[in-house]
Nanobody
Framework: QVQLVESGGGLVQAGGSLILSCAAS????????MGWFRQAPGKEREFVAT????????YYVDSVKGRFTISRDNAKNTVYLQMNSLKPEDTAVYYC?????????????????WGQGTQVTVSS
């Protein structure tokens, strides 16, 4: 069983930055692709960013391209989401997810493990 623990959420003004972290318990983290998803109030959970096992391949939803950066540190079993130029529409609960595969994935059903989520609120 893999446990994922997100941290770093909070309240920030529009234009500000936050960095989310997701620590994984699994010792085979380095062979797992990781993803970030988010769910805004009253909306379906959506894909935000994903990274493959090595960190060399990343994908983003169009709405965050150029503002968010996903990265990972396999020595620390941690994946990050650097969020810059935040907008009120980025307000959501952000979830970290892990899949038992090397390749990055944008679809939720590809992921096997999920964190509990961390709230990000961007005020205007």
């Amino acid at each position: 069983q893999v446990q994922l623990v997100e941290s770093g959420g909070g309240l920030v003004q529009a234009g500000g930055s936050l960095i989310l972290s997701c620590a994984a318990s699994r010792r085979t983290f380095s062979s797992s692709a990781m993803g970030w998803f988010r769910q805004a109030p009253g909306k379906e959970r959506e894909f935000v960013a994903t990274i493959n096992w090595s960190g060399r391949s990343t994908y983003y939803v169009d709405s965050v391209k150029g503002r968010f950066t996903i990265s990972r540190d396999n020595a620390k079993n941690t994946v990050y989401l650097q969020m810059n130029s935040l907008k009120p529409e980025d307000t959501a609960v952000y979830y970290c997810a892990a899949r038992r595969a090397l390749d990055a994935g944008t679809k939720q059903d590809l992921y096997d493990y999920w964190g509990q989520g961390t709230q990000v609120t961007v005020s205007s």
